[in-house]
């Protein structure tokens, strides 16, 4: 028998959320069929946490029904790459109606990568923070957090608001070989701040003419598949004080996570080395910075 698959604290908020949250991406131009067995199965291995954007297809169309007999029980979360207050107020209206529910755990702006055209446009007069306090304010939003890709921009993004959690690449890869990421965590973890995992099974940029990325059409990067290799990649990230790492968008990567994560142990110093070695032959999939 499997052992429970673990969840571990959001912020102070009293929200437990699984180690492996659902990337919803993995639902886009699925069958609804599809969509609703796939939600069933994770959420009886015991996922509860659901992440997804609008820039996913229609991904949110199909999360909504499926997860709306679970909803009660679930940590929803959604993006908007939206940078101004009425666009957002617009697109969470969206969002909402195409999830079936009057509220989001969490709320995110999506992709704060670039200073001026992400983050200094969200906190202009008229900027996206506006509706997202907003929504906080009258409960369609219980907390509010970001996505990132670039580490600057991550932490400039936390000195400007007291955002509930940051969404960040944090990948053996990139980190053991360049130390992408610990800047962040530690920013984080200063000002109390959740960490939400993503990329932790990315193995580097696709190889050129790589015959399996016409078969994983949802990732940009080449997804660690290994399993001995993916094992000690997933268990590096989520021993990083990380709350949760999202799945890809292919839904053979969730499977594996969730086998993965329900036996997570700390790295023993050899799985450490081979960790290591692994890193050195690996071309990351972000630089430093």
Not at 57 to 69: I, M, T
Not at 98 to 119: E, I, S, V, W
Not at 157 to 173: E, K, L, Q
Request: glycine share 8%; proline share 6%; net charge negative.
């Amino acid at each position: 028998m499997s052992s429970p698959l673990p969840r571990r604290p959001y912020g102070k908020s009293g929200d437990r959320v699984s180690v492996v949250g659902f990337g919803g991406l993995a639902l886009m131009a699925t069958e609804a069929n599809h969509a609703c067995r796939t939600v069933a199965v994770a959420v009886e291995r015991g996922v509860n946490y659901f992440d997804v954007a609008p820039t996913y297809g229609n991904a949110q169309e199909r999360l909504g029904p499926a997860l709306e007999p679970f909803r009660k029980d679930c940590f929803l979360a959604c993006k908007t790459i939206v940078r101004d207050a009425a666009g957002v107020r617009a697109e969470l209206n969206r969002s909402l109606e195409q999830l079936r529910t009057d509220h989001l755990d969490l709320y995110q702006m999506h992709a704060l990568d670039d200073p001026a055209k992400d983050l200094d446009a969200a906190f202009a007069p008229g900027g996206a923070i506006e509706a997202f306090v907003e929504a906080r304010k009258d409960g369609r939003v219980r907390h509010i957090g970001f996505s990132s890709h670039n580490e600057a921009t991550a932490l400039a993004a936390m000195d400007r608001f007291d955002f509930d959690s940051v969404m960040f690449p944090i990948s053996f890869g990139p980190m053991l070989r360049t130390g992408f990421g610990q800047a962040v965590l530690d920013k984080a973890a200063s000002k109390g701040v959740t960490v939400v995992a993503i990329k932790a099974l990315a193995r580097q940029p696709w190889p050129k003419d790589c015959p399996d990325r016409a078969k994983n059409g949802k990732c940009w990067y080449q997804p660690l598949k290994d399993r001995p290799q993916a094992d000690l990649a997933l268990r590096f990230t989520l021993n990083q004080g990380v709350a949760s790492a999202i799945s890809s968008g292919e839904e053979e990567m969730l499977w594996l996570a969730l086998d993965i994560a329900q036996d997570l142990r700390p790295l023993t110093d050899d799985e450490m080395a081979t960790l290591r070695e692994f890193a050195e032959q690996v071309q990351p999939i972000f630089p430093k910075g």
